[in-house]
């Protein structure tokens, strides 16, 4: 089972700043099948990004996905309030389908 | 647009089965190349990929559920099933359909279910 680490925990950060976030895998994801989700407070995660750099239908152009292999980052542009949530990695390669621990992103 | 939404007992007692149904609105379930698929959301373990299910019926599950679960399809009311036996507390989560195109594209709202005597 791949098992993903998604750092950090929590990013503390400000309306219009990047954010940056990591997701290392312990093997390679087959065929870079990496998505990224967000989940704001009592809803369904939402998929953002698929095949580690592709964005889903109606997201902004400032959330982009890049990296291969083990290493894979979510990087936000420029934050705005609705932005501020929990974000998870999962990777899609391999059964079974397993997901990252999640980040916060909370307003400093 | 694609809908689903979960539907079954919020409380199930320990050692008993488990049962939610997903309803699927705006898309069929017997269109080829869809895949259904269930996940669960616990504060303690996170998310869950329980399995999913094929158009044609074919499944494919979580080992680590060790043989508990089962997923069917019921294309005569457009809808997807998950029975799982012998819950524990630990089975206590958010569960959640959802369509399977590679990542889980489209979600259900979820629907807590907990295990309790």
């Known amino acids: 089972e791949i098992v993903l680490t998604q750092s950090p925990g929590t990013l503390s950060l400000s309306p219009g700043e990047r954010a940056t976030l990591s997701c290392r895998a312990s093997?390679?994801?087959?065929?870079?099948?990496l998505a990224w989700y967000q989940q704001r407070p009592g809803q369904a995660p939402r998929l953002l990004i698929y095949?580690?750099?592709s964005r889903a239908t109606g997201i902004p152009d400032r959330f982009s996905g890049s990296g291969s292999g083990t290493d894979f980052t979510l990087t936000i542009s420029r934050l705005e309030p609705e932005d501020f949530a929990v974000y998870y990695c999962q990777q899609y390669g391999s059964s079974p389908r397993t997901f990252g621990l999640g980040t916060k992103v909370d307003i400093k | 647009q694609l809908q689903l939404q979960e539907s079954g007992p919020g409380l199930v007692k320990p050692s008993e089965t488990l049962s939610l149904t997903c309803t699927v609105s705006?898309?069929?379930?017997?269109?080829?190349?869809?895949?259904w698929g269930w996940i669960r959301q616990t504060p303690g373990k996170g998310l869950q990929w329980i399995g999913s299910?094929?158009?044609?019926?074919?499944?494919y599950y979580n080992p680590s559920l060790k043989g508990r679960v089962t997923i069917s399809v019921d294309t005569s009311k457009n809808q997807f099933s998950l029975q799982l036996t012998s819950v524990t507390a630990a089975d206590t989560a958010v569960y959640y359909c959802?369509?399977?195109?590679?990542?889980?594209?489209?979600w259900g709202q979820g629907t807590l279910v907990a295990v309790s005597s």
């Open positions: 959802a369509t399977v195109a590679g990542p889980f594209q489209h």
């Open positions: 095949g580690a750099s």
């Open positions: 705006g898309g069929s379930t017997t269109t080829s190349n869809n895949y």
């Open positions: 299910i094929y158009y044609n019926g074919n499944t």
């Open positions: 093997q390679s994801v087959s065929g870079n099948y």
